[in-house]
């Protein structure tokens, strides 16, 4: 009953700044957990940063706090993240996903929606 469609990714150089935006669509009342998530090649999918609903809690992993921010618009039914002093290994697939029953919201496997990826790349 949800989906999600992400945009927003691209190249960029060191240092530069993108934003990706995920808009949600369908069903969208009662969701837990919005978050982002990315996925190098050879690597485990890892959260990025997440919003907890209910209480409006955010959340970043230790290798992008400062650096990265989560967002929404509540009118658009859109979560961002805003991704600044972008550095060579933030280079991979971004998701947006969404937790739509009560629980946590710092594993991948809690998530049962997903946007389709798109990717960052970051150059030297």
């Known amino acids: 009953q949800v989906q999600l469609v992400e945009s927003g990714g691209g190249s960029v150089q060191a240092g530069g700044s993108l934003r990706l935006s995920c808009a949600a669509s369908?069903?969208?009342?009662?969701?837990?957990?919005m978050g982002w998530f990315r996925q190098a090649p050879g690597k485990e999918r890892e959260r990025v940063a997440h919003?907890?609903?209910?209480?409006?809690?955010?959340s970043y992993s230790d290798s992008v706090r400062g650096r990265f921010t989560i967002s929404q618009d509540n009118a658009k039914n859109t979560v961002y993240l805003d991704m600044n002093s972008l550095k060579p290994e933030d280079t991979a697939i971004y998701y947006c996903?969404?937790?739509?029953?009560?629980?946590?919201?710092?594993?991948?496997?809690?998530?049962?929606?997903w946007g389709q990826g798109t990717q960052v790349t970051v150059s030297s």
């Open positions: 996903a969404a937790r739509t029953v009560p629980g946590g919201c710092f594993s991948r496997n809690e998530y049962d929606y």
């Open positions: 369908g069903y969208t009342a009662s969701r837990y957990c």
């Open positions: 919003i907890y609903k209910r209480t409006g809690s955010l």
